[in-house]
């Protein structure tokens, strides 16, 4: 018992070194002109990028070194796909380095890509930073949020498909190893969040997306928590929330039967003038709801992470060390709260979809 | 701004990921997870099903059994009430087929006595009568000798003779 | 005041509103599981949906306050 204290102890200790350490670096690397931007740092972190930025060395000297994984940028523009890798930018996301392929020139304006216009050999900027001589092509790069999405879903295959052979390869499919781990899971998501929201009979149809969007959701939010990653934010990105709550949103319409279509447009059970005041309400509540969904995991995703990093930001801002304890704490806090956040994000968005899929395959009641 | 800015190039990565993902694991994880999951409830529901049965069929049996036990209890208690009302029956008549001939044979003697008592009497009578007539010869001999001696004789006589 | 400050103000009266209604929810959730503790379960799922549906209204303030 006193050597499992000590272990984790150990780990916690290690974890919150850690995890000063990965803040610590994307502070260090949003402080290019010298003066501290918390602003910068924290939407640099939480918005996309092109490469997976992990650590600098020697930072601010000479041999300045960052350790990256670079990512292929795949752009589509008038001479047709064009491809590089995303190191062909030397780090430099203010626009600074031109990288000339296929008779056009990219420059990389906080991280987000943009084609010079013909004759341009320098990217101009306006008070806001947005260019002024280039346009955005057609981008679709693995960025690093892309990149995280692929290795949550090799993750998310190689836990489940072990899990599954776990199954083949007993008797009585009695659960081992991993099976062991995930049955509970899934079982929760079917008998906590299917079976009572669906309904016995119909909820059958609904388990691989509710499971699928559950572990998926949940995997990224995780991801996003651990910082050596640094700011694998997929699931605090509005592009990710949004494709998954299109999917509810079509999944809900294509499922709704007559009674649905009944309480939409034609509210069974109140007199004709309310009928009338009720048909637009509901029909702008159709699409409420999926954005609700889509809002709901991005804010409170996006939110953990900028308390955290604007926590972190109080060190710098304060230019003090005896600010990080205070800091570290407190991050470790809200660090502890996001772990149960993320859980409870992918629950609520199973729940919502599910309560959803329920109401459209609900039957007449009277 | 930008922050709430769907990005097209992950939107479309997402798009295509997911419906790999969803395609991949709903074969090749959900399906058999999910059937071995339910498989085995089915099974233990079954199994469960059928100790209820075992368990119903004991009790059924139970109480079959405590019915014909019952049966047969009751069957022994009209049995013994039946010999008993027999038993009683018997002895009822015996009793009355005793009173009865006890009763006949009180009445014959009764009788009997009653005829031998008659048959005494005329006897009676007729010696009486005998007598009278001895008397009456005696009585008129001695008359036509002396009076005294006719009254004496008549004393005599009825002394000699006594009534028994 | 810029145009920002203002957001910043709105996004905070969301935060407020959706502060209140969760407080009730949550509130009223302990009260009943304190009264019944054996439905747990099922009050704590049910405060969950609904402290999101409240979440949600002022996840709409602040992205409206983000847009401006």
């Known amino acids: 018992m006193t050597l499992s204290t000590f272990k984790r102890l150990l780990f916690t200790i290690l974890c919150l070194s850690v995890y000063s350490f990965g803040f610590a670096s994307d502070a260090k690397a949003s402080e290019k002109d010298g003066e501290f931007n918390a602003k910068d740092m924290i939407m640099h972190h939480v918005k996309d990028a ?74 101009q900027l306006d008070e806001e930073g947005h260019p002024t001589n280039a346009s955005v092509p057609l981008d679709i790069s693995v960025t690093r949020n892309v990149f995280m999405m692929w290795v949550s879903v090799i993750v998310l295959l190689l836990l489940f498909f072990s899990a599954a052979r776990r199954y083949k390869k007993s008797e009585n499919n009695v659960p081992s190893g991993v099976a062991s781990f995930v049955e509970p899971l899934i079982v929760f998501v079917r008998d906590e969040i299917a079976k009572p929201m669906i309904g016995e009979h119909k909820y059958k149809k609904y388990m691989p997306y509710l499971l699928t969007v559950f572990f998926f959701i949940w ?111 407190f991050a470790l806090f809200i660090g502890i709260i996001e772990i149960v956040v993320t859980a409870i994000q992918a629950y609520i968005f199973t729940v919502l979809s599910a309560l959803y899929f329920g109401m459209a395959t609900e039957e007449a009641h009277h | 701004m930008d922050l709430i800015k769907p990005g097209f190039g992950l939107v479309f990565w997402t798009v295509v990921t997911f419906i790999i993902l969803l395609i991949l694991l709903r074969k090749f994880a959900w399906k058999p997870i999910l059937g ?77 006595i009653e005829s031998e008592k008659k048959a005494a009497m005329a006897e009676l009578k007729n010696h009486v009568a005998d007598l009278s007539i001895e008397i009456a010869e005696k009585v008129v001999r001695a008359e036509l000798s002396n009076k005294d001696r006719q009254l004496g004789l008549v004393e005599d006589m009825l002394d000699e003779t006594k009534l028994n | 005041m810029t145009i920002t400050g203002i957001a910043a103000i709105g996004a905070g009266l969301a935060a407020i509103g959706a502060g209140v209604g969760i407080g009730k929810i949550g509130g009223s959730a302990m009260e009943a599981m304190a009264r019944q503790p054996e439905m747990h379960g099922k009050i704590q799922s049910s405060a969950l949906i609904l402290a999101a549906f409240v979440e949600a209204v002022a996840l709409f303030g602040v992205v409206a306050s983000l847009i401006v």
């Open chain 1, 50 to 123: 092109y490469g997976m930025h992990i650590l600098t060395l020697n930072e601010g000297k000479a041999d300045e070194k960052h350790i990256t994984i670079p990512l292929p940028v795949i752009l589509y523009t008038d001479n047709g796909f064009t491809t590089f890798m995303s190191s062909e930018f030397h780090h430099d996301y203010h626009g600074e380095v031109v990288v000339e392929k296929n008779g056009n020139r990219f420059v990389n304006v906080h991280e987000k890509i943009y084609q010079l216009n013909d004759g341009e050999t320098q990217v």
């Open chain 1, 219 to 329: 995997l990224n939010n995780i991801f996003g928590l651990i910082p050596i990653l640094n700011g694998a934010n997929l699931s605090g990105n509005i592009a990710f929330t949004m494709v998954l709550a299109i999917f509810t949103f079509i999944i809900t319409t294509v499922s709704g039967n007559k009674n649905y279509w009944k309480h939409i447009f034609w509210m069974p059970g109140v007199p004709v003038p309310m009928k009338i005041f009720l048909m637009p309400i509901e029909i702008i509540g159709i699409f409420t709801k999926p954005i609700s969904l889509m809002i709901r995991l991005f804010a409170n995703i996006t939110a953990g992470h900028i308390i955290i990093l604007a926590l972190m930001s109080l060190i710098f801002i304060f230019k003090s060390v005896a600010v990080a304890p205070v800091s570290v704490a």
């Open chain 2, 36 to 112: 071995a999951v339910s498989e085995r409830e089915e099974g233990i529901k079954e199994a469960l099903a059928s100790a209820e049965n075992a368990r119903k069929e004991m009790e059924n049996l139970k109480a079959d059994n405590e019915r014909i036990l019952q049966e047969a209890r009751t069957e022994r208690e009209s049995m013994l009430k039946e010999a008993r009302e027999i038993k009683e029956k018997t002895i009822a008549r015996a009793e009355t087929e005793a009173q009865e001939r006890a009763n006949k044979i009180i009445e014959k003697a009764q009788a009997a």
